[in-house]
Nanobody, 120 residues
């Protein structure tokens, strides 16, 4: 079974930076697209950024120019560098990945999320 674990969340002041990591483990054959989502209190979950296995990226307009998504395919790890953080970036950030395992077919998997709070 595939396990995704996010790390790097926490409390940061406006204008500060954080780097989130998402480590995938298990009987993984190949990871295709990966992405970051977030959900703020009282709001629907929204897509933040995606990155393909070939390193193509997409960003939500609200984070474009401030956030950078990357991945290390050898380590099955995805990152999200967040700069110039704003209070409206406060949310639970979730990692997702489309994965083929040794015995199962291709499917989407999610991490439990990590809290990011931007406040002075």
């Amino acid at each position: 079974q595939v396990q995704l674990v996010e790390s790097g969340g926490g409390l940061v002041q406006p204008g500060g930076s954080l780097r989130l990591s998402c480590a995938a483990s298990g009987s993984i054959v190949r990871i295709f697209d990966m992405g970051w989502y977030r959900q703020a209190p009282g709001k629907q979950r929204e897509l933040v950024a995606t990155i393909t296995s070939g390193y193509s990226t997409n960003y939500a307009d609200s984070v474009k120019g401030r956030f950078t998504v990357s991945r290390d395919n050898g380590r099955n790890t995805m990152y999200l560098r967040m700069d110039s953080l704003k209070p409206e970036d406060t949310a639970v950030y979730y990692c997702t990945a489309n994965v083929i395992t040794i015995f199962d077919g291709r499917g989407d998997h999610w991490g439990p999320g990590t809290q990011v709070t931007v406040s002075s």
